[in-house]
């Protein structure tokens, strides 16, 4: 096969909706899948079955591939430097991805490089918590795990240092991720920032956007965030290119912010946190610009020239798709292209479970309050919801 080989970590989502960017670009698309009916499993030929975590699996599949890369951040770093030693061209690298992997070492790495964060610290005891909570101006902490945590898992706010009790047992167990504390940000709204960057060093960002959450999910993203001050907008910009060129970072990163007002009415943004591979907040890109996320990624670590990132409407709503009562989803296809035949639809081909991310619904339009109504209306629909 003389087509590049480009191999990826993980079969969710993320990796099957890196399919039709790999086709239209005639790459070879190579996706290391939980399971044969993974997201990515049911659309992708070349899907091997294997954990992240099996070295033997893992180098199978980066065999003869012009890059090796991820739609999930649960790869041993010791793996990693192991194949880069090898030559296989790991991107991002361990020594950039260990940043998304661990959030002590990202914020470490982050206050290093001057970028804003949360007022933070290392969770050995309640000893510890209680100082930190001492310092709270509402009383309040949050207590994160270092690793693992996601969608609000591994996430918890505290009053007092024995609420977080539980945690402190389970992370004093052998080869347990240990816990970290952070300030309880007073933002005022999400937003997020996605730049892509070549191993030559080229760069592009796409728009910043608003991202609602609910529950500590991801539920609707709005592209470019509204009402947002333009100051306010080149420090965000600012921010993800510092991070994305001081970690070294190739291919897709996103950086979720917190945008925070202040009594001189200049808002600032806090990064929150950090993923080194497409993300949710860019998913409004597949419809609504010139060069989605998919596509860059594979252009990024495959060192081409990145794609133009403008929008291609004046908005976009991404509206996710959390559980169902459906057994189907694809039974609501009919109600869904009859309401709104702008409507794009993009189903995962999960099961079924609750709050569960099983696709999402992406309209533009030019009015934003239109756009965002069509766009949760078909999400509903989705959902099973009837009006």
Excluded at 94 to 118: F, N, S, Y
Excluded at 292 to 301: D, G, I, T, Y
Aim: charged letters at 20%; proline letters at 7%; hydrophobic letters at 50%.
């Amino acid at each position: 096969m003389s087509a590049p080989v480009v191999a990826v970590v993980g079969g969710g989502q993320l990796a099957r909706m890196m399919a039709p960017a790999a086709t239209a670009l005639g790459l070879h698309l190579r996706v290391l899948v939980e399971s044969g009916t993974s997201s990515a499993a049911q659309v992708v030929v070349d899907a091997p079955v294997g954990a992240a975590s099996d070295e033997a699996a893992v180098t199978a599949l980066a065999q003869g591939a012009a890059a090796l890369t991820f739609e999930h951040e649960h790869v041993p770093n010791a793996l990693l430097d192991r194949l880069a030693a090898a030559g296989v061209p790991v991107r991002p690298g361990a020594a950039a991805l260990v940043h998304a992997q661990d959030k002590i070492t990202m914020r470490r790495r982050l206050t290093e490089l001057g970028v804003p964060c949360p007022r933070w610290a290392p969770l050995p005891d309640a000893t510890a918590l209680a100082a930190f909570l001492a310092e709270s101006p509402d009383g309040t902490a949050v207590v994160k795990t270092a690793r693992g945590g996601y969608d609000g898992k591994g996430v918890r706010v505290v009053r007092a240092a024995d609420e977080a009790d539980d945690w402190f047992a389970r992370a004093a167990r052998p080869g347990a991720a240990p816990l970290l504390v952070e300030e309880r940000v007073p933002f005022t709204r999400e937003l997020a920032v996605l730049v892509a960057r070549t191993p030559s060093g080229e760069m592009r960002t796409w728009p910043v956007v608003e991202s609602v959450q609910r529950d500590g999910v991801c539920a609707e993203v709005v592209a470019p965030a509204p009402a947002l001050a333009e100051r306010t907008r080149a420090r965000a910009v600012d921010v993800a290119v510092r991070v994305a060129e001081g970690l070294g970072v190739v291919g897709v990163l996103a950086v979720e912010l917190f945008e925070v007002a202040s009594p001189d009415d200049d808002p600032a943004v806090v990064v929150n946190e950090l993923a080194m591979r497409p993300h949710n907040s860019g998913h409004w890109t597949i419809d609504g610009a010139v060069t989605s996320q998919f596509e860059q990624h594979l252009r990024a670590v495959l060192d081409l020239p990145l794609g133009d990132t403008a929008p291609l409407a004046r908005w976009t709503v991404m509206a996710n798709v959390l559980g169902s009562s459906l057994v189907e989803l694809t039974d609501a296809l009919p109600l869904v292209a009859a309401l709104d035949p702008g409507a794009k639809v993009q189903l995962y081909g999960k099961d079924v479970r609750p709050g569960r991310k099983l696709g999402h619904v992406n309209v533009s339009g030019d009015d934003l309050a239109d756009v965002r109504a069509r766009a949760l209306a078909a999400a509903a629909l989705l959902r099973g919801e009837r009006a």
